[in-house]
């Protein structure tokens, strides 16, 4: 058996008997530097803090030496020694020391220094061994971990809805077709359209912009369900919360209301930070730091005032401000911002909320997370319920999004229209083909309850807990406009 390695996060913890002071153990990693050709930075991606193994003067041919390089793989058998540096508490003294990689140094392109986050996006496939994407991806882990948990405790039933959909009414975004048609010379119809009852699926398909509709169906017999999985939208906005192909958890819950489904998102999202304050302390304090420095090069005006530990903490301890969309518009109307016209977009009700206009609630007005409700029918979904006793041209619909400083929105979710005649009429209204969604009207036919959910963005989430600004550093590989490497 060749792995009777220790984990480096297991030896540093000081807890575990069988890497105590005075055993002999074995660690393995990467070597992050090699100082006075006797102290090695070895690191397994089990914590950002490096285990000291120490190769004493002397003991150690000059040949293996030259070849402990940043970037080299090593076995290290030794001793578990009291540190005598400072900022660890115990260190390996090394008896032997095996290579089990090279590691070019003139070719290595991480140097142990500081990189920028846009030079690491081009070396993805190597930034998972700095400090900053080890902290994000553990903490990534970790969130994804308290989703189940979080539902698990809670009753919901984990539905794998189908990432292959012919189902294109949701609307939530463009969609990137699915067919293995060939590009030239497809077959055509009588029409001259491109006929898609000769593709693989005898239709047209597509890949899922959401989990929803399937999820409502799961949730009209298990009562509680949501979603994790992949999402894919052909957004073509550059933005830095804008990815191709993101994931996304979306609760369904039959017997709730909209506000119901408030507080289960409000709930889901303070589960997941505390969580991962408690199970992720170092990688949180890492990226505080981190941040802190970043915000140092920012103008003060731009600067957050509260540190990232601190602003998990605040949102735990604080309950999210709960406004109508026709309360947020007054307030936007209201502002020095908006008489002073720096609102790049006209506000007036009926408006889409922009991206601005998020912020400005969130950061300048609350200075916490918010929650928008009971926005304008026209600029929503066909599926969520018209609110009763609304004034003519003035309809609003039971929806709700929230959202978050620096981040904007990050769920987005409403209480369904549970009544067939007037979720018929809706989407007679939104030319939505009613024949082809007559499964999903079924729920509507045979004990149709009142019933809400959400979508919370995975990725922003983990932007929001770690702070990074750009959604392509949360997420291995980024899918993008004009980006799809590895
Ligand atoms: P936005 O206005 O920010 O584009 P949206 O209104 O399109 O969001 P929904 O369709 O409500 O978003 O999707 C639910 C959630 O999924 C959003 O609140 C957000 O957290 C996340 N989300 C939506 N689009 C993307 C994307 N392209 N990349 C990453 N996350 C996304
Ligand atoms: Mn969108």
Known sequence: MFNQRVKIKQLLSGTDSASAVGSEVVVMGWVRTFRNNQFIAL???STNNNVQVVASLGEFDDALLKRVTTGASLKVKG?????????????????????????????????????????LREKAHLRFRTNTFGSVFRIRHSLAFAVHQFFNERGFLY???????????EGAGEMFRVTTLPLEGAPKNDKGEIDFSQDFFGKSTNLTVSGQLEGELGAMAFSDIYTFGPTFRAENSNTTRHLAEFWMIEPEVAFNDLEDNMNLAEDFIKYLIAYVMKHNA???????TRLAEEEKQLPTEKRSGLGLVEKLKFVLENGFERITYTEAIDILLNSNHYKKKKFQYDVKWGIDLQSEHERFLVEQHFKKPVIVTNYPAAIKAFYMRMNDGCEPGKETVAAMDILAPGIGEIVGGSQREERLE????????????LEEMSYYLDTRRFGSVPHAGFGLGFERMVQFVTGMTNIRDVIAFARTPNNCEY
């Open 43 to 45: 690191n397994d991606g």
């Open 79 to 119: 001793i578990v020694v009291e540190s005598q540096g400072k900022g660890q508490t115990v260190e390996v003294k090394a008896t032997s020391i095996e290579i089990l990689g090279d590691s070019d140094a003139e070719k290595y392109p991480l140097q142990p220094k500081k990189h920028s986050l846009e030079f």
């Open 422 to 433: 007037k979720l018929e009429a809706r989407m007679n209204a939104m030319h939505i083909p």
């Open 282 to 288: 170092d990688d949180l304090a890492f990226l505080d």
């Open 159 to 169: 539905l794998h809805t189908p990432i292959i959909t012919s189902s294109d009414a």
